[in-house]
Protein backbone atom coordinates (compact mmCIF):
# COMPACT_ATOMS: atom_id res chain seq x y z
CA UNK A 1 0.00 0.00 0.00
CA UNK A 2 0.97 3.40 -1.13
CA UNK A 3 0.94 6.26 1.53
CA UNK A 4 1.07 9.50 0.27
CA UNK A 5 2.78 12.38 2.57
CA UNK A 6 -0.84 14.09 3.72
CA UNK A 7 -2.09 10.21 4.90
CA UNK A 8 1.34 9.78 6.53
CA UNK A 9 0.22 13.06 8.38
CA UNK A 10 -3.79 11.88 9.15
CA UNK A 11 -4.03 9.78 12.18
CA UNK A 12 -4.94 6.41 11.50
CA UNK A 13 -7.56 6.39 13.98
CA UNK A 14 -9.18 9.27 11.51
CA UNK A 15 -8.51 7.15 8.26
CA UNK A 16 -10.66 4.07 10.25
CA UNK A 17 -13.44 5.94 10.86
CA UNK A 18 -14.15 6.72 7.25
CA UNK A 19 -13.27 3.39 5.85
CA UNK A 20 -15.87 2.16 8.21
CA UNK A 21 -18.30 4.32 6.98
CA UNK A 22 -17.19 3.47 3.47
CA UNK A 23 -17.49 -0.46 4.15
CA UNK A 24 -21.09 -0.17 5.77
CA UNK A 25 -21.84 2.33 2.15
CA UNK A 26 -20.76 -1.21 0.23
CA UNK A 27 -22.78 -3.52 2.51
CA UNK A 28 -25.70 -1.09 1.83
CA UNK A 29 -25.29 -0.86 -2.44
CA UNK A 30 -23.10 1.78 -2.74
CA UNK A 31 -20.51 1.78 -5.51
CA UNK A 32 -17.29 2.48 -3.40
CA UNK A 33 -15.80 4.55 -6.07
CA UNK A 34 -18.80 6.94 -5.92
CA UNK A 35 -18.45 6.85 -2.10
CA UNK A 36 -14.83 7.62 -2.31
CA UNK A 37 -15.29 11.11 -4.95
CA UNK A 38 -17.30 12.48 -1.59
CA UNK A 39 -14.10 11.95 0.80
CA UNK A 40 -11.64 15.11 1.42
CA UNK A 41 -9.18 14.86 -0.53
CA UNK A 42 -6.50 14.85 1.96
CA UNK A 43 -7.60 11.84 3.74
CA UNK A 44 -8.79 10.01 0.11
CA UNK A 45 -5.44 8.61 -1.14
CA UNK A 46 -5.24 6.68 2.62
CA UNK A 47 -8.28 5.55 2.79
CA UNK A 48 -8.95 4.28 -0.72
CA UNK A 49 -5.97 1.96 -0.15
CA UNK A 50 -7.40 0.97 3.25
CA UNK A 51 -10.91 0.86 2.05
CA UNK A 52 -9.88 -1.68 -0.97
CA UNK A 53 -7.60 -4.19 1.37
CA UNK A 54 -10.80 -4.34 3.95
CA UNK A 55 -13.34 -5.19 1.34
CA UNK A 56 -10.47 -7.92 -0.20
CA UNK A 57 -10.55 -9.53 2.80
CA UNK A 58 -13.84 -8.53 4.14
CA UNK A 59 -15.58 -12.52 4.06
CA UNK A 60 -12.56 -13.31 6.11
CA UNK A 61 -13.00 -10.94 8.52
CA UNK A 62 -16.97 -11.37 9.12
CA UNK A 63 -16.24 -15.21 9.70
CA UNK A 64 -13.21 -14.32 12.06
CA UNK A 65 -15.81 -11.80 13.63
CA UNK A 66 -18.51 -14.39 13.95
CA UNK A 67 -16.22 -16.29 16.27
CA UNK A 68 -15.61 -13.76 18.52
CA UNK A 69 -19.08 -12.62 18.82
CA UNK A 70 -22.13 -14.11 18.53
CA UNK A 71 -24.44 -10.68 18.48
CA UNK A 72 -22.59 -8.11 15.66
CA UNK A 73 -22.63 -4.60 17.14
CA UNK A 74 -24.75 -1.89 15.67
CA UNK A 75 -23.89 -1.92 11.39
CA UNK A 76 -21.13 1.12 11.92
CA UNK A 77 -19.68 -0.73 14.70
CA UNK A 78 -19.41 -3.90 12.62
CA UNK A 79 -17.95 -2.28 9.51
CA UNK A 80 -15.13 -0.78 11.61
CA UNK A 81 -14.92 -3.74 13.59
CA UNK A 82 -14.77 -6.04 10.38
CA UNK A 83 -12.73 -3.79 8.63
CA UNK A 84 -9.73 -3.19 11.37
CA UNK A 85 -9.60 -7.07 11.06
CA UNK A 86 -9.62 -7.30 7.49
CA UNK A 87 -6.41 -5.08 7.60
CA UNK A 88 -5.01 -7.09 10.82
CA UNK A 89 -4.82 -10.43 7.47
CA UNK A 90 -1.43 -10.56 6.89
CA UNK A 91 -2.23 -10.69 3.28
CA UNK A 92 -3.96 -7.36 3.47
CA UNK A 93 -0.32 -4.80 3.02
CA UNK A 94 -1.55 -2.39 5.70
CA UNK A 95 1.69 -2.90 6.95
CA UNK A 96 0.53 -2.07 10.55
CA UNK A 97 1.45 -3.43 14.02
CA UNK A 98 -1.25 -5.10 15.51
CA UNK A 99 -1.46 -3.50 18.91
CA UNK A 100 -1.26 -0.15 16.88
CA UNK A 101 -4.51 -1.35 14.69
CA UNK A 102 -6.38 -2.32 17.49
CA UNK A 103 -5.75 1.03 19.73
CA UNK A 104 -6.08 3.06 16.94
CA UNK A 105 -9.41 0.94 16.10
CA UNK A 106 -10.63 1.67 19.88
CA UNK A 107 -9.69 5.48 19.37
CA UNK A 108 -11.62 5.64 16.30
CA UNK A 109 -14.69 4.35 18.31
CA UNK A 110 -14.59 6.48 21.44
CA UNK A 111 -13.46 9.82 19.03
CA UNK A 112 -17.60 9.09 17.05
CA UNK A 113 -20.44 9.36 18.35
CA UNK A 114 -22.63 6.89 16.92
CA UNK A 115 -19.53 4.22 17.85
CA UNK A 116 -18.87 5.85 20.97
CA UNK A 117 -20.71 2.73 23.27
CA UNK A 118 -19.47 0.23 21.12
CA UNK A 119 -15.36 1.03 22.56
CA UNK A 120 -15.28 -1.34 24.72
CA UNK A 121 -16.59 -4.20 22.93
CA UNK A 122 -14.59 -3.55 19.86
CA UNK A 123 -11.71 -3.55 22.30
CA UNK A 124 -12.87 -6.90 23.89
CA UNK A 125 -13.09 -8.48 20.10
CA UNK A 126 -9.98 -7.03 19.17
CA UNK A 127 -7.66 -8.13 22.16
CA UNK A 128 -8.94 -11.76 21.92
CA UNK A 129 -7.75 -11.49 18.10
CA UNK A 130 -4.72 -10.98 19.20
CA UNK A 131 -4.60 -13.59 21.69
CA UNK A 132 -5.91 -16.12 19.65
CA UNK A 133 -5.36 -15.42 16.00
CA UNK A 134 -4.63 -18.81 14.94
CA UNK A 135 -7.34 -20.46 16.23
CA UNK A 136 -9.96 -18.29 15.00
CA UNK A 137 -8.23 -18.16 11.71
CA UNK A 138 -8.39 -21.99 10.99
CA UNK A 139 -12.36 -22.15 12.47
CA UNK A 140 -12.97 -19.58 9.90
CA UNK A 141 -11.31 -20.68 7.54
CA UNK A 142 -13.71 -23.82 7.31
CA UNK A 143 -16.29 -21.17 5.49
CA UNK A 144 -15.35 -21.24 2.05
CA UNK A 145 -16.47 -17.68 1.75
CA UNK A 146 -13.57 -17.14 4.53
CA UNK A 147 -11.24 -18.50 2.80
CA UNK A 148 -11.73 -16.64 -0.45
CA UNK A 149 -13.21 -13.36 0.24
CA UNK A 150 -15.74 -13.98 -2.43
CA UNK A 151 -19.92 -14.84 -1.99
CA UNK A 152 -20.61 -18.14 -2.30
CA UNK A 153 -22.38 -17.73 -5.36
CA UNK A 154 -19.51 -15.89 -7.10
CA UNK A 155 -17.28 -18.85 -5.96
CA UNK A 156 -19.76 -21.97 -7.04
CA UNK A 157 -20.11 -20.06 -10.60
CA UNK A 158 -16.59 -19.81 -11.10
CA UNK A 159 -16.12 -23.65 -10.16
CA UNK A 160 -18.18 -24.56 -13.20
CA UNK A 161 -17.06 -21.88 -15.66
CA UNK A 162 -13.44 -22.60 -14.85
CA UNK A 163 -12.79 -25.15 -13.64
CA UNK A 164 -8.87 -25.77 -13.97
CA UNK A 165 -8.36 -22.46 -13.17
CA UNK A 166 -11.09 -21.43 -10.50
CA UNK A 167 -8.84 -21.10 -7.49
CA UNK A 168 -6.10 -19.08 -9.58
CA UNK A 169 -8.99 -16.69 -10.42
CA UNK A 170 -10.29 -16.25 -7.04
CA UNK A 171 -6.16 -15.64 -5.60
CA UNK A 172 -5.47 -12.85 -8.10
CA UNK A 173 -8.15 -10.87 -7.05
CA UNK A 174 -6.64 -10.31 -3.33
CA UNK A 175 -3.56 -8.67 -4.93
CA UNK A 176 -3.32 -5.29 -5.72
CA UNK A 177 -3.42 -4.64 -9.66
CA UNK A 178 -0.44 -2.60 -11.36
CA UNK A 179 -0.86 0.59 -13.04
CA UNK A 180 -0.58 0.36 -16.94
CA UNK A 181 -0.09 2.98 -19.43
CA UNK A 182 -1.06 3.72 -23.04
CA UNK A 183 1.62 5.85 -24.93
CA UNK A 184 0.16 7.93 -27.13
CA UNK A 185 2.35 6.91 -30.23
CA UNK A 186 0.89 9.82 -32.40
CA UNK A 187 3.30 11.85 -30.26
CA UNK A 188 5.96 9.97 -28.51
CA UNK A 189 7.68 6.16 -29.38
CA UNK A 190 7.37 3.76 -26.54
CA UNK A 191 11.28 4.02 -25.71
CA UNK A 192 11.13 7.34 -25.62
CA UNK A 193 8.68 7.78 -22.59
CA UNK A 194 10.46 4.78 -20.95
CA UNK A 195 13.20 7.17 -21.42
CA UNK A 196 11.30 10.20 -20.02
CA UNK A 197 10.29 8.16 -17.01
CA UNK A 198 13.02 6.91 -16.32
CA UNK A 199 14.46 10.40 -16.11
CA UNK A 200 12.00 11.32 -13.48
CA UNK A 201 12.93 8.04 -11.60
CA UNK A 202 10.41 5.61 -12.39
CA UNK A 203 10.88 2.35 -13.25
CA UNK A 204 8.62 1.02 -15.99
CA UNK A 205 8.85 -2.54 -18.49
CA UNK A 206 7.27 -2.64 -21.99
CA UNK A 207 5.08 -4.99 -22.34
CA UNK A 208 4.11 -4.77 -26.67
CA UNK A 209 2.44 -2.63 -28.86
CA UNK A 210 1.79 0.58 -26.45
CA UNK A 211 1.58 -0.68 -23.13
CA UNK A 212 4.09 -0.05 -20.45
CA UNK A 213 3.87 -1.24 -16.80
CA UNK A 214 5.12 1.24 -13.78
CA UNK A 215 7.04 -1.74 -11.36
CA UNK A 216 5.65 0.78 -8.69
CA UNK A 217 2.16 1.99 -9.17
CA UNK A 218 1.75 6.35 -8.28
CA UNK A 219 -0.59 8.76 -8.66
CA UNK A 220 -1.44 10.31 -12.11
CA UNK A 221 -0.48 13.44 -11.25
CA UNK A 222 2.84 12.35 -10.39
CA UNK A 223 3.17 10.59 -14.34
CA UNK A 224 5.56 12.85 -16.88
CA UNK A 225 3.92 13.47 -20.12
CA UNK A 226 0.01 12.84 -18.55
CA UNK A 227 -1.29 16.19 -18.26
CA UNK A 228 0.28 16.67 -22.28
CA UNK A 229 -1.20 13.63 -23.19
CA UNK A 230 2.16 11.48 -24.34
CA UNK A 231 0.38 8.41 -22.07
CA UNK A 232 -2.99 7.51 -20.84
CA UNK A 233 -4.31 4.80 -17.81
CA UNK A 234 -5.20 1.79 -19.07
CA UNK A 235 -5.06 -1.98 -18.42
CA UNK A 236 -2.87 -4.00 -20.70
CA UNK A 237 -5.91 -6.89 -21.56
CA UNK A 238 -8.07 -3.35 -22.18
CA UNK A 239 -5.63 -2.61 -24.53
CA UNK A 240 -6.27 -5.36 -26.66
CA UNK A 241 -9.41 -4.13 -28.18
CA UNK A 242 -8.74 -1.65 -30.40
CA UNK A 243 -6.08 -3.81 -32.36
CA UNK A 244 -7.97 -6.74 -32.62
CA UNK A 245 -10.66 -4.83 -33.99
CA UNK A 246 -8.85 -2.71 -36.79
CA UNK A 247 -6.58 -5.71 -37.65
CA UNK A 248 -6.37 -5.80 -41.65
CA UNK A 249 -9.54 -3.42 -41.78
CA UNK A 250 -8.72 -2.19 -45.33
CA UNK A 251 -9.95 1.67 -44.91
CA UNK A 252 -7.43 3.98 -43.59
CA UNK A 253 -10.71 6.54 -42.67
CA UNK A 254 -12.95 3.59 -41.65
CA UNK A 255 -16.36 4.76 -40.10
CA UNK A 256 -16.21 3.37 -35.96
CA UNK A 257 -18.93 2.60 -33.71
CA UNK A 258 -17.60 2.80 -30.08
CA UNK A 259 -20.81 2.04 -28.38
CA UNK A 260 -21.11 2.22 -24.30
CA UNK A 261 -17.83 4.15 -24.56
CA UNK A 262 -17.02 5.61 -21.14
CA UNK A 263 -14.58 6.39 -20.23
CA UNK A 264 -13.08 6.83 -23.38
CA UNK A 265 -9.99 4.52 -23.03
CA UNK A 266 -11.21 2.75 -26.10
CA UNK A 267 -12.68 5.54 -27.95
CA UNK A 268 -8.97 7.37 -27.71
CA UNK A 269 -7.00 3.88 -28.31
CA UNK A 270 -9.13 3.49 -31.63
CA UNK A 271 -8.21 7.15 -32.86
CA UNK A 272 -4.58 6.70 -31.91
CA UNK A 273 -4.07 3.72 -33.90
CA UNK A 274 -6.32 5.24 -36.88
CA UNK A 275 -5.84 8.90 -36.92
CA UNK A 276 -8.56 9.75 -40.35
CA UNK A 277 -11.13 7.62 -38.65
CA UNK A 278 -14.68 8.61 -38.36
CA UNK A 279 -15.50 7.42 -34.61
CA UNK A 280 -18.74 7.90 -33.08
CA UNK A 281 -18.64 7.07 -29.13
CA UNK A 282 -22.14 6.43 -27.46
CA UNK A 283 -22.92 6.89 -23.68
CA UNK A 284 -25.87 6.86 -22.02
CA UNK A 285 -24.67 8.63 -18.88
CA UNK A 286 -24.16 12.23 -19.60
CA UNK A 287 -22.01 12.95 -16.51
CA UNK A 288 -19.80 9.67 -17.85
CA UNK A 289 -20.12 11.27 -21.72
CA UNK A 290 -18.28 14.63 -20.41
CA UNK A 291 -15.43 12.21 -19.36
CA UNK A 292 -14.79 11.12 -22.63
CA UNK A 293 -14.71 14.39 -24.09
CA UNK A 294 -12.34 15.60 -21.01
CA UNK A 295 -10.12 12.45 -22.21
CA UNK A 296 -9.86 13.11 -25.96
CA UNK A 297 -9.29 17.07 -25.44
CA UNK A 298 -6.26 15.70 -23.28
CA UNK A 299 -4.65 13.48 -25.87
CA UNK A 300 -5.78 16.42 -28.96
CA UNK A 301 -8.53 13.56 -30.77
CA UNK A 302 -11.65 14.53 -31.67
CA UNK A 303 -14.79 12.33 -31.70
CA UNK A 304 -19.04 12.53 -32.41
CA UNK A 305 -19.72 11.93 -28.73
CA UNK A 306 -23.37 11.34 -28.36
CA UNK A 307 -25.38 10.47 -25.24
CA UNK A 308 -27.96 7.65 -25.53
CA UNK A 309 -28.87 4.16 -25.36
CA UNK A 310 -27.21 2.18 -27.88
CA UNK A 311 -29.80 -0.19 -28.21
CA UNK A 312 -32.53 2.14 -28.76
CA UNK A 313 -30.92 3.10 -32.02
CA UNK A 314 -34.14 4.98 -33.14
CA UNK A 315 -32.94 7.53 -31.02
CA UNK A 316 -29.52 8.59 -32.32
CA UNK A 317 -28.80 6.79 -34.95
CA UNK A 318 -28.41 8.93 -38.75
CA UNK A 319 -28.45 6.30 -41.03
CA UNK A 320 -25.04 5.74 -41.15
CA UNK A 321 -23.66 2.25 -41.72
CA UNK A 322 -19.92 1.16 -40.06
CA UNK A 323 -17.11 -0.68 -40.64
CA UNK A 324 -16.71 -1.42 -37.45
CA UNK A 325 -18.43 -1.97 -34.09
CA UNK A 326 -16.86 -1.98 -30.70
CA UNK A 327 -19.24 -2.99 -28.19
CA UNK A 328 -17.96 -3.01 -24.55
CA UNK A 329 -21.22 -4.16 -22.86
CA UNK A 330 -21.94 -3.77 -19.59
CA UNK A 331 -21.64 -6.73 -17.63
CA UNK A 332 -20.45 -7.84 -13.92
CA UNK A 333 -16.69 -6.43 -13.57
CA UNK A 334 -16.43 -9.82 -12.59
CA UNK A 335 -12.64 -10.00 -14.04
CA UNK A 336 -11.91 -6.55 -12.45
CA UNK A 337 -12.17 -6.87 -9.22
CA UNK A 338 -8.27 -6.75 -7.80
CA UNK A 339 -9.15 -3.26 -9.20
CA UNK A 340 -12.66 -2.70 -7.50
CA UNK A 341 -12.90 -4.88 -4.74
CA UNK A 342 -15.88 -4.10 -3.75
CA UNK A 343 -18.15 -5.19 -7.16
CA UNK A 344 -17.93 -8.94 -5.42
CA UNK A 345 -19.74 -7.59 -2.38
CA UNK A 346 -22.43 -5.48 -4.62
CA UNK A 347 -22.95 -7.92 -7.49
CA UNK A 348 -26.02 -10.33 -6.68
CA UNK A 349 -25.99 -13.23 -8.52
CA UNK A 350 -30.11 -12.56 -10.04
CA UNK A 351 -27.90 -10.04 -11.83
CA UNK A 352 -25.39 -12.00 -14.16
CA UNK A 353 -29.28 -13.07 -16.22
CA UNK A 354 -30.15 -9.38 -16.48
CA UNK A 355 -27.17 -8.40 -17.68
CA UNK A 356 -26.77 -11.24 -20.10
CA UNK A 357 -30.14 -10.04 -21.40
CA UNK A 358 -28.76 -6.52 -21.63
CA UNK A 359 -25.87 -7.85 -23.54
CA UNK A 360 -28.01 -9.92 -26.52
CA UNK A 361 -30.23 -6.78 -27.03
CA UNK A 362 -27.04 -4.52 -27.65
CA UNK A 363 -25.96 -7.39 -30.23
CA UNK A 364 -28.73 -7.40 -31.79
CA UNK A 365 -29.44 -3.70 -31.59
CA UNK A 366 -26.33 -2.83 -33.27
CA UNK A 367 -25.38 -5.93 -35.44
CA UNK A 368 -28.03 -4.22 -38.49
CA UNK A 369 -25.62 -0.92 -38.33
CA UNK A 370 -22.55 -2.88 -39.56
CA UNK A 371 -22.10 -2.82 -43.42
CA UNK A 372 -21.49 -6.24 -44.94
CA UNK A 373 -17.99 -7.20 -44.57
CA UNK A 374 -17.70 -5.12 -41.61
CA UNK A 375 -16.77 -6.10 -38.04
CA UNK A 376 -17.77 -6.06 -34.26
CA UNK A 377 -15.49 -6.95 -31.71
CA UNK A 378 -17.95 -7.62 -28.27
CA UNK A 379 -16.29 -7.65 -25.13
CA UNK A 380 -16.82 -7.66 -21.42
CA UNK A 381 -14.63 -7.11 -18.30
CA UNK A 382 -16.37 -10.49 -16.87
CA UNK A 383 -14.87 -13.92 -16.44
CA UNK A 384 -18.62 -15.48 -16.30
CA UNK A 385 -19.18 -17.67 -19.17
CA UNK A 386 -22.54 -16.17 -19.27
CA UNK A 387 -21.19 -12.68 -20.21
CA UNK A 388 -19.04 -14.23 -22.76
CA UNK A 389 -18.99 -16.93 -24.80
CA UNK A 390 -22.60 -18.10 -24.14
CA UNK A 391 -23.88 -14.47 -24.96
CA UNK A 392 -21.77 -15.36 -28.68
CA UNK A 393 -23.01 -18.88 -29.14
CA UNK A 394 -26.59 -17.61 -28.55
CA UNK A 395 -26.29 -14.53 -31.42
CA UNK A 396 -24.24 -16.88 -33.60
CA UNK A 397 -27.24 -19.82 -33.74
CA UNK A 398 -29.66 -16.74 -34.59
CA UNK A 399 -27.63 -15.02 -37.16
CA UNK A 400 -26.54 -16.86 -40.36
CA UNK A 401 -24.82 -13.87 -41.34
CA UNK A 402 -22.24 -13.83 -38.35
CA UNK A 403 -19.35 -15.50 -38.63
CA UNK A 404 -16.48 -15.99 -35.50
CA UNK A 405 -13.27 -14.56 -36.41
CA UNK A 406 -10.14 -15.80 -34.32
CA UNK A 407 -10.22 -14.09 -30.95
CA UNK A 408 -9.05 -14.54 -27.41
CA UNK A 409 -12.22 -15.36 -25.85
CA UNK A 410 -11.28 -15.17 -21.67
CA UNK A 411 -8.51 -13.90 -20.60
CA UNK A 412 -8.18 -14.69 -17.19
CA UNK A 413 -6.71 -12.61 -14.22
CA UNK A 414 -4.16 -15.42 -12.95
CA UNK A 415 -0.62 -14.73 -11.49
CA UNK A 416 1.26 -16.91 -13.20
CA UNK A 417 1.93 -19.08 -16.05
CA UNK A 418 2.35 -21.83 -13.71
CA UNK A 419 -1.98 -20.87 -13.04
CA UNK A 420 -3.16 -20.33 -16.82
CA UNK A 421 -1.79 -20.09 -20.31
CA UNK A 422 -0.46 -16.01 -20.12
CA UNK A 423 -1.65 -13.63 -23.27
CA UNK A 424 0.87 -12.71 -25.65
CA UNK A 425 2.26 -9.64 -23.30
CA UNK A 426 3.35 -12.55 -20.78
CA UNK A 427 0.87 -10.91 -18.50
CA UNK A 428 -2.66 -11.61 -17.64
CA UNK A 429 -4.32 -9.35 -14.76
CA UNK A 430 -7.52 -8.43 -15.44
CA UNK A 431 -10.24 -11.11 -16.97
CA UNK A 432 -11.64 -10.06 -20.41
CA UNK A 433 -13.70 -11.82 -22.75
CA UNK A 434 -13.00 -10.55 -26.58
CA UNK A 435 -14.94 -11.59 -29.82
CA UNK A 436 -14.68 -10.84 -32.73
CA UNK A 437 -17.03 -11.42 -35.10
CA UNK A 438 -17.62 -10.80 -39.30
CA UNK A 439 -20.57 -9.29 -40.93
CA UNK A 440 -21.20 -11.79 -44.57
CA UNK A 441 -23.57 -11.04 -47.19
CA UNK A 442 -27.05 -11.36 -46.23
Not at 402 to 419: C, I, Y
Amino acid sequence: MVCTPDAARTPLWRQLQVVARLVHGVRQGRSLSQQIEGVDPALRPGVQALSFSALRWLGWAEAVRRELTRRPPPPLADALLCGSLALAQPGSGARYEPFTLVNQTVEAAKRDRQMRAQAGLLNACLRRFLREHEALTHAALADPVARWNHPAWWIERLQRDHPAHWQAILSAAQHAPPLDLRVNTRRTRVADYLALLARGGIEADALGGQAIRLRQPRPVRDIPGFVDGLASVQSAAAQRAAPLLLADLPDSAPRILDACAAPGGKTAHLLECRPQAAVTALEIDPARAVRIGESLARLGLRADVRVADAAAVDTWWRGERYDAILLDAPCSASGIVSRHPDVRWLRRESDIAQLAAQQDRLLAALWPLLKPGGRLLYCTCSVFAEEGRERIQSFLAHNSTAAWMPSPGHLLPVLSAAQAPLDDNGCRDDGFYYALLHKGPA
